[in-house]
Each structure stands twice: as C-alpha cells, then as structure tokens.
Nanobody, 128 residues
C-alpha cells in the first residue's frame, strides 16, 4: 500500500522560500499522478500543483495563485516529489498535503475525482 510522508514545512518570511518533500513508499510514484494540495484555516482544501512523472517528460499543472512562484518536480530514483516555493506570501500560509491519484490525471477537476491517497500534511506559515 502506498504511503506518503511530507516534510519541509515551517516558518518563512514574505519573499522567502521553502521546499516541501513528499516521500513515497510501498509503490512507485510512476504509476500515479502526484499533487500538492493546501488548506488554509477556514477554507476548503485546494489543489495547487500536479505532476505526472513518467521519465522523459513530467507534465505539470499549477493553480493561478502559485503559477510562476511554485515548482513541482520529482526524483524517480528517490520516489519523492518536491514543491519548491519561492516569493512566499502571507496568503500561502496553510497545511500542505501530498496526494496521489492512480494513472494519468491532467486536470485539477479530474484529480479531485480520482485522488485516493494522502499524506499527513505539513504546516507552512508565512509572516510579514
């Protein structure tokens, strides 16, 4: 059974950077679409980045709110997906979750329907 463990959260100042990691065990992420969601206090959990790691090409999708600031990537050898977060804003404060959906998912709509595995979440706090 696939297990996901996030790490790398913490406190950052506005304009700063953090890198989150999502380490998978029990199955290869090459068989899944992997995504990062976040949930801010009082708000719904929302997808912000999606990657399909298949080796030569790793298509990605981003929410408008993080496009150009966040980068999702994967290291197949480590079975790990990362989220590099730059130019952080206070509104990026949230609990960040790694999630997977089986097979190939290319849109956030489809991702929401198909997601079947979650990590435990890691807190990111951005202060001004």
């Amino acid at each position: 059974q696939l297990r996901l463990v996030e790490s790398g959260g913490g406190l950052a100042h506005t304009g700063g950077s953090l890198r989150l990691s999502c380490a998978a065990s029990g199955a290869s992420l090459n068989s899944y679409s992997t995504a990062w969601f976040r949930q801010a206090p009082g708000k719904e959990r929302e997808p912000i980045a999606l990657i399909n790691s298949r080796g030569d090409t790793d298509p990605t999708t981003y929410a408008d709110s993080v496009q150009g600031r966040f980068t999702i990537s994967s290291d197949n050898a480590k079975n790990t997906v990362y989220l590099q977060m730059n130019s952080l804003k206070t509104e990026d404060t949230a609990v960040y979750y790694c999630a997977v959906a089986p097979g190939w998912v290319s849109t956030f709509y489809a991702l929401r329907q198909e997601v079947n595995g979650w990590g435990q979440g890691t807190q990111v706090t951005v202060s001004s």
